[in-house]
């Protein structure tokens, strides 16, 4: 059975102006341990959709609304409040983008530790300290007895982020969101840090939603991406199908500004423009104007998801298989 | 590193003790604010004004209200440390006992502003929306009042006993508190270690009080001392005007009332009340600057710091 599944999410906002849809009629499923990527640029509805899942959207003003948002038999939509709050760190735990802001700063690592064990696990005072101390050895950090008593200011950026992987997987969640966990961190942290969740997640079976940018990253970590534009999915599928044989104007545009190491010199295509007004519905694709492979027909109907060979689908009327790595 | 690690070392095994127990909050705080020589003269100084008032019945050396018209206006002298009013009481008597009137308005006014504008800020700021609204445009009423023409009536109202002044006094800080308080849980609500707490499944209730209040201490502490000082010189004020402690009893601003009349004459009858005043409310202000830099964890030197520097 799925761990987790999600039918046409939708997440507006109400605003004076009217009504954004940030997240669109988003749709997939996620099975016990395999790691998802969700790719877009930025205010794609990469964050929103985790946040909606975790239903950690103010609402209101937001509304979150699904045909169905199912984690492991339990219908989130209509869970109380207090079944949402058990599963929230002990089913589904998240790392966000800046660790220099998401350690509360006037508490201890210790308590901030020990707190989630003794919520979730309803472990005590010792026995959770002790946890705390092999949570902090797991991820790297020396001395992990003495730094219980230290706060965050006295950690370093990547520091930080290996402690919040410890919080997020103290409880054993099924399902880790890991939202843009590298983005604010240099290189080689990233790279360790990259590792280090790739490493225990696999360890403890733990399902992973990457959310990031990086295509690179995305590329090599996950079993299936799910590239985002304008609050939907244009593209799904396996990562390497999806980038060897792209399907959508959009993730041939994300790859083509893509640097690669093995290609120096070669300029980098940007996309043109900016992301439409998520405010106005588009009677066509909305990736449309800024698109480089859009075919007449585009401008005439609107395309539905197309289901394609290997577990592949797109919303593209165009066919791109000359854009292809392999037809080049 | 051996140098840092050498200077800390006295105090090495004692915190360790501390580190382990998680509590070393309270302790690594006081450290910090007795690094600052202002704040550490004026707690000093706040101490034993506090002593001076709890031991006034034993180390006055007159009565506070003790008359002797033989010896009025007397300038100081050894027998009268600060000489005499015009009643010929002893001035420094007087003002011992006065600083217990002065210092639990002070108090008593603190508290009281602090249960009610602490709690209203925070539900304010925290739940937004119209919650916000009335309590807030509730507070904007309260502020459009001058505070001490409200404070007039308020004691002209109910009497001029200890509990109503404080109450005056205490009514007119209120606002002020709730809006400091409001604004800070609004910036603290909106940080990511509240939405990392809520996405633990931390409940609203203990967000607003671990997460949330922790992290506001420091504006609400500046503003506790701020307010302590202007409850004493709000109590002078009262007291001046004839509402708050009424004659015969002492208070620093009551004195000062009736110093007045007798400035040419008698300079040292307003001098020791006004230099009271100003030592009790400069030392307050500066324990509220150490306690704000006291109570941010990121000031506090610890051994866990000489550690990263040796990694």
Redesign the interface.
Known sequence: MALLTVRNLTTSFATDQGTIRAVNGVSFTLEPGEVLGLVGESGSGKSVTALSL?R?VREPPAKVEAELLDFEGTDLLRAPARTL??????GI??I???PM????????I??QLT??LR??MRMGAAAARHRAIELLEMVGI??A???????P???SGGMRQRV?IA?ALSCNPRLLIADEATTALDVTIQAQIVELVRRLTKNLGTAVIWISHDLGLVAGLCDRVNVMYAGRIVETGPVREVFYRPAHGYTIGLIGCTPRVDQVGTPLTPINGLPPNLMDEAPLCPFLPRCDVAIPACRQTRPALRNLPGGHAAVCLADLTSHHRGAH | MAVILATDSGSLARD?A???R?A??ARLAFRQFLRNPAATVGLVVLVLLCLAAIAAPWISPFGPIQIKLSAKLQPPSWAHLLGTDHFGRDVLSRLLYGARVSLSIGVLVVAFSMSFGVPIGMVAGFMRGHVDNVLMRLMDAFLTFPPLLLAVAIVGLLGPDLRNVMMAIGVVQIPVLARIVRASTLSARE???V?????????PLRIAL??IL??I?SPIMVQVTIGFSAAIIAEASLSFLGLGTQPPNPSWGRDLAEARRYMADAPWLFLSPTATIMLAVLSINFVGDGLRDA????S?R????A??AT?
């Open positions: 975790m950690l709050r058990d599963i929230r760190g002990a735990a998240m966000f983008q800046d802001r998401s350690l509360n700063p006037v508490l201890t210790g308590r707190e989630p919520r979730h020396p001395m007895e003495t730094r219980l008593g230290s706060y200011h006295q950690f919040m919080i | 360790k501390q580190t382990l998680f070393s909050g940080e990511t270690y939405m990392a707490a809520r996405a633990l499944g931390a409940s671990r997460h922790r992290n201490l109570l941010d964890p990121r506090w610890t051994r866990a710091r550690a990263t990694e």
